[in-house]
């Protein structure tokens, strides 16, 4: 399954069942520091690609949401 499996193997319902595997050669897919985003990342971050790395995303403000400043831009956490 190319770096990413199940615990029984089958199908999974919950995005928290996705185990990465982190030891998996991710630099020919332009991915060059899973292992260290994962192991720095808390409940509640999220992955994005800022232009040069993958980054965590920290949560924003309660009650906050997302929003796309479009391509090529930064995320903003916005009321």
Known sequence: MGGFRT???GGIRLLSELIID????????GISNIRELAAGMVKGDLAMANGIIL??????????M??????????????
């Open 22 to 29: 982190a030891d998996k050669d991710w630099e020919a897919m």
């Open 66 to 79: 997302l929003f796309s400043q479009g391509a090529g831009a930064d995320l903003i956490w916005s009321y």
């Open 55 to 64: 980054a965590a995303l920290n949560p924003g403000p309660t009650g906050s």
């Open 7 to 9: 615990p029984s193997g």
